[in-house]
């Protein structure tokens, strides 16, 4: 995409422009609001979309596929023996190297649930409720076998900190439905096992405008710190100084010509403007108990069922990417009680989170992604699993999604994606096809170079789990 505002001579002839017939401040705060973030507007959707937002609900720290979706019988039936060399030998592995490596087999029994008959972990107590939504990829695949930096992949498209976050990229290419709300926003809860960091970088906007990064809203207490005004400080006055500052902001971008002087006057703007919709927005009065009751927390408790209805109330309200994390699946030990555990905290909310959707409409318009960085190891690491990247398990619902369906499969040990395998760069093809954008032509030039999501290497959209 080439747009105007990257350009500094067309830049700088705009803004020769504006001095010259004296439009002022105002004029070039408005230029420059619409040359930063709806330029793309007329590149995209590059064709018509399914869905109007992505809520990831992103399990940090990499759930146990062999725990949670991908049932091995033959893994139940070798518990205990020698892991075959053949399939280890010269692999990355995280914390097991030159160990002994035997198998362990699933902790906990697999059901099959919904008319569709999909298999999932007994752990899951709620989630069966989903089986005929949800879309089971079990041949992911990832390519950085620690923490953050697969945070990062997953994210970003790349291990290299400072690119872009598909919630930026989206964003960027998208723009917000509401202008009270950031466009992108991200909530953390935690419990279970190991809770691992979460760095902000992981929803950073990189080299894009920095408008288009996600917000990260508190879940417990007042989601935005100073939200509310000073004493003696009203509306009137509080707009006075935003106004004064976009001004002076304008003025000094005469001189500078720094697009992201733009993005100042914005965030002044929004969080203005966030002053009345964050109370409302957190104001949980117009639910009802049913409603509550159905995601089973307390609202503000700081709970990744809080957070789910949370996010529906972000959805209604236009917000295009939302994420919630929950850490709590880094089970290095103790892996069949820290996944039954874990599973606990977020299955309720999970599944109220998508029937409230479907009930209100909704769920047709929004793709909703369940899952981690990677899987784990089907090599025991005392009593639990380490890191693994060769194969693992994430689920799709919602709009234009196959439900109550699983696409591609591991091998016998749940070791190694063998069939329709499907790459962390294929599913960001995917969900860019669903929200109406090409991939290949998703492009932001950076340093001489158009960068993309999907990076340089091929990445395929999955067309075979779209209904």
Known sequence: MNHPFRSHDNMLARRTFLRRVGLGSVALSSLLDSEAGAATLADVPHHRPRIKRVIHLCMAGGPSHLETFDNKPELARLDGQPMPESLTAGQPIAQLQNRAL??????????????????????????????????????????????????????????ISGRPSMGSWVLYGLGAETQNLPGYIVLTSEGGGQSQPISSRQWHSGFLPSQHQGVQLHATGNPVHYVGNPAGVGPSQQKEIVDAIARIDSHRNEVLDDPEIATRIKTYEMAFRMQASVPELTDMSDESQKTIEMYGCTPGDGSFGSNCLLARRLAERGVRFIQLYHRGWDHHGGVKAGVAKTASLVDQGTTALVQDLKQRGMLDETLIVWGGEFGRTPMAQGSGRDHHIKGFSIWLAGGGVRGGTTYGATD????????????VRDF????????????HRFTYKFQGLDFKLTGVEEAHVVKDILS
Do not use: W
């Not at 569709?116 to 695949?141: N, P, R, T």
């Not at 040990?413 to 329709?420: I, L, T």
């Not at 995917?430 to 991939?439: Q, Y």
């Open 102 to 159: 035997k198998v362990m087999g699933p902790q906990h029994p697999f059901v099959r649930q919904g008319k569709s008959g999909l298999e999932m972990s007994s752990v899951f107590k709620h989630m069966g409720q989903l089986a005929d939504e949800m879309c089971v990829i079990k041949s992911m695949h990832t390519e950085q076998i620690n923490h953050d930096p697969a945070h990062t992949f997953f994210n970003t498209g790349t291990a």
């Open 412 to 423: 016998d040990f749940g070791y190694n994606a063998v069939e329709n395998k499907v790459h």
């Open 428 to 439: 960001h093809a995917t969900m860019l096809h669903m929200l109406g954008i090409d991939h």
